[in-house]
C-alpha cells in the first residue's frame, strides 16, 4: 500500500481484517501491529483502519497499537460501554485466543522495502481473493434486483 500510494497528497488507508484472520487461526492484532512497525519510519501517509473486530479485546489493542480508525459492530460498543469505555494502560497485552480457546498463529513481522515499486511485492492471500468474489457477487445481486 505504501509503495503503491506513494506522494499521496491525502492519507491512505490499509484495513487489515482482524477478526477474519483470527477465524483461520492467525493472529489478526499482530497484522495491525506490523504494520504500524512497517510505517513508523515513513512520510505518514498511510493510516491504519483495524477492521472485523468481534470483541473488547481486539477494539482495545487497536487503540493501545494507536490504528487511526476501527470499524466496531454495535454489539462491541455496547460491551465497552457497559466496562465504563476502558482504555487499554502501558501494561495491556492482547492474548490471542481463538473462538475455539486455541492460542491464534503468530503473523511474524517481514522487514520490507518500502522504496521498491509495488509491482515486486506479492499482495494475494486467500482472505482478499474471497472477500473480492463476495463483494463482486454482492454487487451484482443488487445489479439484478433493481433490473
Known sequence: MYAASKGSKEPVYVSPFVGRLDDIGENGIDLVENIRAMYKNGDGHVHVLAASIRNLDHLLSSFALNA????????????????????????????????????????????????????????????????????????????????
Open 68 to 147: 487511526e480508525l476501527v470499524t466496531v459492530p454495535a454489539k462491541v460498543l455496547e460491551k465497552w460501554a457497559a466496562s465504563n469505555f476502558p482504555m487499554p494502560d502501558q501494561a495491556f497485552t492482547y492474548n490471542g485466543i481463538g473462538a475455539n480457546g486455541q492460542r491464534l498463529k503468530p503473523i511474524s513481522y517481514k522487514v520490507l522495502d518500502l522504496n521498491l515499486p509495488w509491482q515486486s511485492f506479492n499482495i494475494a492471500h486467500e482472505l482478499t481473493t474471497k472477500g473480492i468474489q463476495k463483494f463482486v457477487a454482492d454487487y451484482r445481486s443488487t445489479l439484478k434486483r433493481s433490473a
